[in-house]
């Protein structure tokens, strides 16, 4: 039996091992979170972005919005055709372009060129945009994501290999963005 | 029969269980809690259970992977024996899951067995329903098609509003920079693991209060509810007016449960496994994706939040939702349970009734979203184009090429995104017209630079075209005293008079 000021042989075992099992589990819990947050902590280090070529610049013709594909620089075995991606690229005149994230500025449903109207339009909840890629009519809040371009040695590349969200180009210690 | 009692009694001396459960199965209720009314919670606990079982036959076949789910979900279609069967009652489970937890949680409402001392009950009640409905869609992103493809890109969308945090959210749930192999294995890890786990125990939790609380009396209006009496007046109405549970009351809940089971099968075998739809392929752009049916309300009222409101309700509206579900117990632990003295209780279910019902209606045909194939697939019905001028006839040629019909519809026929233009002649005057097309504005583009002055000319006296037998066009009384005419004259429209 203990009192208030003295602590039995057995009380003090019983503590030591609550405080060696606290110590080995957070000890333990470390590679846990390490592991668990490895996909937001790892960012753009390992070929997240990259420099991807969509194909030589005579495929866009000046003047109109093509669909481009690209395989996303950073895939795992089991992407499958998950990790292809489509993009529209706007060949304005000769080296100046736009390249635009398929996903709506809104919720990112895949929007689509109508160009008779020079319209991008989203089929889920009716956003449009210019051919520019700024916002015309409905729900989004803001243009098209843009993909970052550079024309090098006749081949449109794209620097690419992140889902553009609505919120990660407002977000974020004002950092600049890729795919903003 | 000598011999299995003499098992049982054997198993029973080692587990010492039988007389615990016979407690538990023969605890006094009051008898005006044997309604039919009091069956669905344990209808939810049946239908989770078929959950489990056929959500375990579903893992013999289904391959989490992003490359090959989809694959995998073709053959327990067409190759596996009753596979399309076994992947139909999981999915109509789910949605009787859904509705049976939603109508349980309306029926406990409305009853007040919100109220002390079963407060805890209802607040694991919540977590409960927030886990089915985390079951649902995790359970859609499983069946990885077009639909679950995009649905993550829209989950992961919303989820990126969340101030600073966003983007790592994001990451977070889709295991990596895009919607690929990773995100579909978390998914699986959730939808198989995490919740139900949690669902589990907290189903466990939930079952145990009502046992020790006892399950809630009928509501009697004036019979109020205080902290200081209620456990003393319940213990004595089931002394004085209780039955036990089991038989007395047990038998509707099991024909009940069984007449769920039999639903879910029907609706398994009548209607079938629900898709999978296209190849979860991004290329693949030609696609309306669409939540399941629980989903289909949030998807509308998403494209009716005007822009600038649009991350403040997305973010703060479901707080306010779940933190009031959660508050309720503790804010009205007292009083009157009946809800023939609860108006406010009885409106506000009513209210979230129409809203959901609506919401749903509309996200079936999606009149906000442009029709995309009208331009190319809807034409102009012929009394529009008869009797027409060759300009007018150009006009309706310009508003089948520029895509009007995929936001106006004529003879109901065509988009609905924008107003229908059957007798917009009688609405808008023909300068009205031109500034309209020209500027947009009101949630229609300008298509200033998509029209020549010719073309908006032919177009705008295609739309004068548009009003009915009787009625005259819309004209501008001003511009009679102005420019000295006496009579409308559709050549004198020059865009480029336009201030």
Redesign the interface.
Known sequence: MSTDNTISRRGLFMKMGILFNGLVATALAVPVVRFLLSSVTRGRANGYLSWISLGTVNQFPEGETRLATFRNPYVTPTDGKTADTACWVRRIAGDQFQVFAINCAHLGCPVRWFPQSSLFMCPCHGGAYYQDGSRASGPPERGLFLYPYKIQDGLVSIQAGELPTPGASAALLGKKLPCA | MRLIAQIGEWFDRRLQLAAPIREVAEHPVPRSTASWWYVFGSAALVVFMLQLVTGIMLALIYVP????AWNSLQSLNHDVTLGWFIRALHGWGSNFMVAIVLIHMVQVFLFGAFKFPRELTWVVGVFLLLMTLGMAFTGQVLRFDQDA??GL??G?????????L???I???M????????????RFFALHVFVIPGMLIGFVGLHLLMVIKLGINEWPMPGRLVKKATYEHDYHELTQKDGAPFVPYAVWKDLFFAAFILLAVAACAAYFGPYGPSG?????I?????KPDYFFLWL?AV??F????M??PALLIGPVIVIGALLLLPFLSGEGEKSWRRRPIAVLTILLVAVMLATFTHLAGYTP???Q?NA?SGEPIPPRFLQHRTALERQGALVFQ????H?CHALEGKGGQ?GPALDSVAVQLTQDQLIRQVIQ?GG?????G??LSPSETTALVAFLKTLHPAGQSPARDASRAVAFGENRENPSAVRPSSQP
């Open positions: 992977s992003a490359s090959e493809y995009w890109g829209l992961a969308s919303i989820a990126s509003r969340v101030p600073l966003g983007p790592a994001v990451k977070l889709l295991g990596g920079p895009i919607i690929a192999g990773a995100t579909l294995s190849q979860p392929d991004p290329t752009i030609q696609t309306a994706p998807y998403l494209s939040l005007p822009p600038s649009e991350t906000w979203s442009p995309m331009w090429a520029k895509q009007c995929n995104r947009g949630n229609m583009p300008s298509y630079k998509n």
